[in-house]
């Protein structure tokens, strides 16, 4: 991305941009140590001899150098985003970062193990973040890590984590053993319904690549992300998820967001043919979308003329259910210095923080601003 000037608000330390920034998309790892520390003494002798089965995504594809991380992420000891003084460094303090949401990738992998082991791992991960990340640092927010496999026991880690309002949100990924709509997967969101707590799901999990097959590279991997995102689109609105529970809100996040213009408008056109074969749905499929999805902008599209992302966006009509992501400290980075410069003027005070401060109930300086 290119550097672009941002409006400095008035009143405040210079450097500090005009509105408030809130990034959705950050991920901290917790050293192994500190996991093995924290995990019942069965479970313990488990994770020494076995470690996790399922590998994460830099074992399947792996990518480029540093594991997918920025060269400068790494701290003396342990894995980028482990340091919370680097995450204040490179990002809450050089860029006046005031909220941001931590989503642990980790749980992706650790979800989807053997139920109660991986309960235990996902219980471990939260203490951690808890611990190391959220006792330390108000502008941090927690991602109630979930073994998502195990319905029951990821009800009971929400409502465990339900009385902690440093825990903003409850995460899920894209890959699943079937789709996320399955009555199978409900009690994941009737706990989080009744929490009060919207649903993130993170691109990633156990990635099967139906249909077309493995791919023979990475770069063909980290494109797959908004073909996932949309098929789990589908799979919420299909299965009736939005009409058992109306409340829901569901965060897309690092999926892209012009995909979604296209999907509707076929989903539409469809449903007027198909009604009685979803008759649970009771209006369009573009309806559910808008009032109960969100999008990060990380990896945003970025064609070469920016005015052709500004159609895309009209034709979604979600301006408002866009925010901000930096996706730290990968090697793909979104800096909130130059993110901006992708969106109309009128656009930028909301996709930076005044739309995630609604939709998690947070305050900045704008929006404190404007009561």
């Not at 809450?92 to 909220?99: A, R, T, Y």
């Not at 749905?281 to 009032?291: D, F, H, I, N």
Request: charge should be negative; charged fraction near 25%.
């Amino acid at each position: 991305m290119n550097s672009t000037a941002v409006a400095e608000a008035p009143g405040r330390a210079p450097g500090t941009p005009g509105y408030t920034i809130v990034d959705t998309d950050i991920h901290p790892t917790a050293p192994p140590a500190d996991i093995r520390s924290r995990l019942p003494g069965r479970y313990r002798a488990r994770w020494d001899m076995f470690g996790s089965r399922v590998p994460g995504p830099p074992d399947i594809y792996p990518r480029v150098r540093n594991a997918g991380f920025r060269r400068d992420s790494w701290p003396e000891q342990g894995p980028p985003g482990s340091d919370l003084r680097l995450i204040r460094e490179q990002l809450l303090d050089e860029f006046h970062v005031e909220h941001g949401m931590l989503i642990p990738l980790q749980a992706h992998s650790w979800g989807v193990e053997e139920p109660e082991y991986a309960a235990a791992l996902c219980r471990a991960l939260n203490d951690w973040q808890k611990e190391t990340l959220l006792d330390a640092e108000p502008r941090l927010h927690g991602s109630i890590a979930i073994p998502m496999e195990s319905p029951d026991l990821a009800a009971e880690e929400i409502r465990r984590r339900a009385g902690d309002p440093r825990f903003a949100q409850v995460l899920l990924s894209t890959g699943s053993e079937i789709g996320f709509g399955r009555r199978r997967y409900w009690p994941i969101y009737a706990a989080a319904a009744e929490a009060g707590l919207p649903v993130a799901a993170h691109t990633g999990g156990l990635e099967q690549h139906r249909g077309a097959g493995w791919p023979s590279f990475y770069l063909e991997e980290h494109v797959w992300n908004g073909n996932m995102m949309a098929a789990f689109v589908i799979s919420m609105l299909c299965e009736g998820v939005f009409d058992r529970y109306p409340d829901l809100q569901v965060v897309c996040v690092e999926g892209g967001i012009a995909w979604a213009g296209p999907l509707m408008w076929a989903l539409d056109e469809a449903w007027e043919q198909l009604r009685t074969d979803v008759p649970h749905l009771r209006k369009p499929p573009s309806a559910y979308v808008r009032e109960h999805f969100w999008f990060t902008t990380q990896p945003i599209e970025e064609p070469e003329d920016p005015g052709q992302l500004t159609v895309a966006l009209e034709h979604i009509g979600m301006n408002e259910r866009i925010m901000f992501a930096s996706d730290y400290p990968h090697w793909d980075f979104d800096s909130p210095r130059h993110a901006p410069r992708l969106f109309p003027a009128d656009l930028r005070d909301g996709v930076m923080g005044a739309n995630a401060c609604r939709l998690y109930h947070l305050t900045g300086h704008t929006t404190e601003a404007a009561r």
